[in-house]
């Protein structure tokens, strides 16, 4: 079964426990999604770049993988320069589309901290190795290993999807049903993609039970997921990535507080 392949895993940033690597994100993200100003976000992009750089997976931010996020962020903030709350003075207004100043402040927010919270997160996640993640949310994370492992189980067929759609592809159009009617090929395509992969996930869910991954049983692991000082450390970084983008905010007048 063939899954992303994992980049970078020599790296330090990279060598870190699955946990890890999860956790520093959270504060980062907790700061982030408080506010909408683009000092915050702006601040907290720039430290985790030279975070990502200096840990060795400074290649892996201009990567082909990451190129979704760096598309996905101007998009997301030029719809909130176009649609955004009207404030301030106007510079185009034509029905629907009123950019103002306001919104042209809303949209670089927006942008900064979609970047800010996105590019860390699958920079770090394309490192981890999916049985790693699973042996460190089992025994660092304590969580119940029938969860774990069916998680694990569901992400490892995940890579068949694509074959499965090359497949149904070929098979229709053998049948002479995938000729016309694109919107209509792909709906039936989706569809028939949906039932195959229940179909599939009902068959490994019951061999897994009749082979004891279900059991209440305390399980023991082949591999011991370590958590040390270095992951400690990344953790730490995180929070000081937050408080700084928040120090900086706030010393600066530009923190807006969104649930006030």
């Known amino acids: 079964m063939s899954v992303m392949t994992p980049v970078g895993t020599t790296s330090a940033l990279g060598r870190l426990n699955p946990v890890a690597k999860i956790a520093a994100t959270i504060p980062i993200t907790l700061a982030l999604v408080l506010t909408l100003d683009w000092v915050s976000a702006t601040v907290a992009l720039l430290l985790e770049i030279a975070v990502l750089c200096a840990g060795g997976l400074g290649r892996v931010i201009f990567s082909a993988r990451c190129l979704p996020v760096w598309i996905a962020a101007p998009l997301t903030g030029f719809s909130m320069v176009l649609y955004g709350q009207a404030s301030g003075e106007t510079y185009v207004e034509f029905w629907l589309v009123h950019v103002t100043e306001g919104s042209v402040a809303i949209g670089v927010a ?94 490994l869910a019951t061999a897994m039970e009749a082979r004891g991954f279900g059991g209440s049983t305390r399980r023991s692991w082949a591999r011991e997921s370590l958590f040390g000082a270095p992951d400690w450390f990344a953790i730490a970084v995180g929070f000081a990535i937050a408080a700084a983008s928040v120090t900086v905010a706030v010393a600066t007048g530009s923190w807006n507080f969104v649930l006030r």
């Open 110 to 203: 927006t942008c900064m901290r979609v970047l800010a919270i996105a590019l860390p997160a699958v920079v770090l996640f394309i490192t981890i190795d999916p049985t790693e993640l699973a042996d460190g949310l089992a025994q660092v994370a304590k969580l119940p290993s029938r969860f774990v492992l069916g998680a694990l189980a569901a992400l490892r067929l995940v890579g068949l999807f694509i074959d499965d759609w090359r497949s149904l592809q070929l098979a229709r159009r053998a049948r002479g049903v995938a000729d016309r009617g694109l919107l209509r090929r792909l709906l039936g395509q989706a569809f028939a993609l949906l039932v195959l992969s229940i179909r599939r996930g009902s068959k």
